[in-house]
């Protein structure tokens, strides 16, 4: 029985006794007898005791956040499906506008999980917490690790990092295009094509809230912002392998405000 419940009980009993006419006036008899000797009445009311709530066991805990994992891995899967033709659809226009050029589009995306062995070209690349642009030709795709994506959806769960990982892995496909077109393009040193990349997300990114094809959502800033920052010194990288974390994140705005031509020249 709660503690709230307990007092409500002594109340109500309280009550009964002063209703029945006994009271403490005149003689003393307490409850017992009143004024008039009549007996006073022995009712009494019983409010019974809630059920206290039990607590889940470990195997429902288990099962729950099972299949909470589940959801945000489909909802990654299900964005990743959208936002690629999307990015193809994207850079296929802009590339082709500015610079007549054809896009060499990745030929899909692939997932894996953890440590699951992947496979680029003969190359095996970092598997877990990891995406990455595959770029041998008849092997260029997108690749990355589904488990390490549906963490970032329990803090934000409107999916911006999916959107803003797989933006900078089309931002290394732009990069090819222009190496097989003989763009001269150099990046020096190496974090500086990273960072291109970061920078065409943002290009990606800007152009597709305008047009309205994504619909920026509360909370979306603080999502790509602290990737940035978090990547920008990550535990699989090595120190300065993808910029520093103020690199990461001026990288990002510089392309969201100043378009693909900026990110070209200055990255």
């Given at each position: 029985m709660h503690v709230r419940q307990l007092l409500l009980a002594v109340t109500l009993s309280l009550l009964l006794v002063a209703c029945d006419g006994g009271g403490t006036g005149g003689g003393g008899g307490g409850a017992g007898t009143g004024g008039g000797g009549a007996e006073a009445g022995g009712g009494s009311i019983t409010i019974p005791s809630q059920p206290e709530p039990t607590a889940p066991t470990l195997g429902e805990i288990l099962a729950q956040e099972n299949a909470s994992r589940l959801?945000?891995?489909?909802?990654?899967?299900?964005?990743?499906?959208i936002l690629g033709p999307r990015l193809n659809d994207f850079w296929t226009r802009e590339l082709?506008?500015?610079?007549?050029?054809?896009?060499?589009?990745?030929?899909?995306?692939?997932?894996?999980?953890?440590?699951?062995?992947?496979?680029?070209?003969?190359?095996?690349?970092?598997?877990?917490?990891?995406?990455?642009?595959?770029?041998?030709?008849h092997e260029e795709h997108v690749a990355f690790d589904l488990a390490w994506f549906q963490q970032y959806l329990v803090n934000h769960p409107g999916g911006a990092t999916t959107f803003l990982i797989l933006a900078h892995e089309w931002g290394h496909a732009v990069q090819d295009t222009w190496l097989e077109n003989g763009g001269g393009d150099t990046w020096n040193p190496a974090s500086r094509k990273e960072l291109n990349a970061d920078c065409l997300a943002g290009v990606f990114l800007a152009a597709s809230i305008r047009d309205g094809t994504i619909v920026e959502e509360a909370g979306d800033a603080d999502a790509i912002f602290g990737w940035l920052y978090e990547e920008g010194s990550s535990p699989w990288l090595a120190r300065g392998t993808h910029g520093t974390r103020d690199e990461r994140q001026a990288a990002f705005v510089d392309g969201f405000h100043q378009g693909t031509a900026f990110c070209r020249a200055n990255y």
């Open positions: 959801a945000r891995e489909q909802k990654v899967l299900n964005d990743a499906g082709s506008s500015r610079y007549q050029l054809t896009f060499d589009a990745p030929d899909r995306y692939e997932w894996y999980r953890g440590e699951q062995q992947t496979s680029c070209g003969g190359v095996t690349e970092p598997r877990a917490d990891n995406a990455y642009y595959c770029f041998p030709e």
